[in-house]
């Protein structure tokens, strides 16, 4: 994932997502930022289909909609934001993501993944190894689930 990907990236979340969700590109750039090489598009040809941010974190989930603050000591490699393209859902592009991010995950030696899953993506992320925690997400995420798949 480069900065000039962020326009791109989003449209396909504005496209993937009830607009409680959509973030300000100025918030998208900060996960950019910290993401230390977590962070990767999913394309064909010039058309960006799908995208990961995911960046090392420390304590609560950060809120929606803002850019990151400075992070702590980091424990935790939290995965923000998984979106696929409806046009582009069912060919495996989630999964080639998030087998990128894991990767990478382990070779930060942090010690889990973290994230909120949203609109229904429990079922993914449980089969990715993810479990629900038992402490409610931040108000901002809406109905969603707190889950981490240690490492």
Known sequence: MQPADLAAIYAVQCAAYAS?????????????????????????????????????????PPQLHQALPAADAADQLFVHDLAVHPAARRQGIADALWQAVLARAQATGLGELRLVAVQGAATFWLRAGFVRLAQAAPACYGDALLMRRAL
Not at 32 to 60: I, K, N, S
């Open 20 to 60: 409680d969700y959509h973030e300000p590109q100025a918030a998208l750039a900060s996960h950019l930022a910290a993401g230390d090489g977590c962070c990767f598009v999913a394309t064909r040809g010039a058309e960006l289909l799908a995208y990961v941010f995911a960046h090392p974190w420390a304590g609560e």
